[in-house]
């Protein structure tokens, strides 16, 4: 569940390999979280960093936004939302993409 039903979100249940082919996922964790593992082929960008380095995030590609828990990275797809980016925020995060049994990347 959402926190906010105006943030577009998923749960980790709803992330098949389609969706993890198509859409940009964005980490946006500090560097210690993402050291402990991450998305495979996911993009870092903290979200204290996010505002500076928007150009980084492609227009035109469904943006899957992550971060510990769903709360970061809601604020992530709000702001990106806004920026024309057709963001998806993963509710519960990392942490419920770990006790769903996902595969964790430390690359």
Known sequence: MSENPQIPAVVVAEVDDELLAEAFVL?????????RGHIEGATHIPL?????RVGEVPLG??????CAVGGRSGMATQFLGNEGRDALNLDGGMHA???AGRPVSLD
């Open 27 to 35: 980490d946006v964790r500090e560097p210690d979280e993402w050291a």
């Open 48 to 52: 204290g960093e996010l505002q500076e």
């Open 61 to 66: 590609q469904k943006v899957l936004c992550v």
């Open 97 to 99: 993409w770990q006790q």
